[in-house]
Structures are given as structure tokens and as C-alpha cells.
């Protein structure tokens, strides 16, 4: 399963892109305004420090202003996935945008049946929002099995990108249901490498490195 770090704070992309930890990014209009960042000029940041795919999402809601928009952002760098919004007009903006070779990650995803459109749209990515349901108590995870169960019948190619993740367990929990990838925010894929008994052993382990009195090098 790919990871993308949620995020459009350039400097916590750098530290997580130089311990080869990433495979893409994704931003929202609300990670846009946190950072404080021009838009334009952090996706263009963002794509010069990771290979992988950095969704830029449009602002507007009607199909004429996507499409203008979302052609122009992918003139910014050759990695850049135009990020639309799971509605009529975005799935016609969608279609039309990868018909002209764009790539696209379809978001605000929140059923099966969502999903599928946003595939019989051509979407290169669909971002089901897990965190988002559960905060509903709507098990998020179920979503992703659903989609995943269906993609593969229907033998769809748009990847499912696990979005709205909160925690490991969430992680963990779209590995297991088949999801392609999980956006992520910064802290989570940092805790996810931590554990007490980690920590305690590798103290263990130098104390008595020390009290061994050798040296590898
Ligand atoms: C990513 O594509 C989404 O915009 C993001 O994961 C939403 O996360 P949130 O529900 O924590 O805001």
C-alpha cells in the first residue's frame, strides 16, 4: 500500500520525503489555509521535493470553472493530480479532464455508490473519507472493504485512496481492506514507527553495548 502524507506544511513533507517514507502527497483547500502558504507556489514546492502523485484541489463547484481551474494547476508540474469533488459536475469535469490526459483524484467520497462513479468517471484515485464517517458512527473501514470488493468485480482501475485517517489503527485498518494507498497526516505516519517496548529494548540494547566495551567500526 502506497503512503501520502495529508499535508501542505512543506518543511514536515521534507523530513518524511528524506526518510523515504512517502509516495505522494495530498492538500485540500484546509491544508492550503493552515499552511499560510500561496497556493500555487506550494504545489509547485511540494512537486519539486516528491516524485510521486500531489493532489491540488480545485475551489470551484461548477463544471466550467473546474475545468479551467484544474487544467491550470496541472500546468504547475508534471505530478500533479487535479483534486475534484464528488459531485455531478465534478464527476463531468473529472471525465473530461483525464479524457485530455489529466490525472485525477476524486474526493469527499462517503459511499460505495460514490465510488462507483467516480470510477465509471475515469478517476485515477478515489478518496473515501474514513475518519469522517466514523466520526458519524458510520464504520469507516466498511466503506473501503465496499469499494474494494466492488473495483474488483467490475475490474476498475481508479486507485482507492484511503482519506480522513486519524490514527495507526486506521492505517492498519486500510491495509487490511485492500486500499492502494492512505493520505495521512505528518504525526500519524511518525507514531506509526513508535512503540514503548521498542524504545525500551533499544535503551536495553545500548546499555549493555556499553557495558560490552567492543565497537562495530
Ligand atoms: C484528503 O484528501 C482529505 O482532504 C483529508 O484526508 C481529510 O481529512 P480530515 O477529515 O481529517 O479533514
Not at 45 to 70: K, L, R, W, Y
Not at 122 to 146: E, K, Y
Amino acid at each position: 500500500m502506497k503512503l501520502f502524507v495529508d499535508t501542505a506544511i512543506v518543511e514536515d513533507i521534507e523530513e518524511l520525503n528524506d526518510y523515504g517514507l512517502i509516495d505522494g502527497v495530498t492538500t485540500n483547500p484546509t491544508l492550503i489555509a493552515k499552511s499560510g502558504g500561496d497556493f500555487k507556489s506550494v504545489i509547485k514546492t511540494i512537486c519539486g521535493i516528491v516524485d510521486g502523485p500531489v493532489s491540488a484541489e480545485v475551489a470551484a463547484t461548477e463544471f466550467s470553472g473546474m475545468m479551467a481551474e484544474g487544467e491550470h494547476l496541472a500546468k504547475i508540474a508534471e505530478n500533479v493530480v487535479i483534486k475534484l469533488p464528488l459531485t455531478l459536475d465534478g464527476l463531468k469535469a473529472c471525465r473530461a479532464l483525464v479524457s485530455k490526459g489529466h490525472k485525477t483524484n476524486v474526493t469527499l467520497c462517503f459511499t460505495a455508490n460514490q465510488a462507483l462513479l467516480a470510477a465509471k468517471a475515469g478517476a485515477s484515485f478515489i478518496s473515501p473519507f474514513v475518519g469522517r464517517l466514523d466520526d458519524i458512527n458510520i464504520d469507516g473501514m466498511d466503506l473501503i472493504q465496499d469499494i474494494r470488493q466492488i473495483y474488483d468485480i467490475a475490474g476498475f482501475e481508479t486507485q482507492i485512496l484511503a482519506a480522513s485517517i486519524r490514527t495507526p489503527n486506521h492505517v492498519k485498518g486500510a491495509a487490511l481492506a485492500g486500499a492502494d494507498a492512505a493520505t495521512i497526516p505528518a504525526a500519524v505516519i511518525k507514531s506509526m514507527a513508535r512503540h514503548t517496548l521498542t524504545d525500551a529494548g533499544l535503551a536495553a540494547f545500548v546499555q549493555d553495548w556499553k557495558s560490552a566495551g567492543q565497537s562495530i567500526l
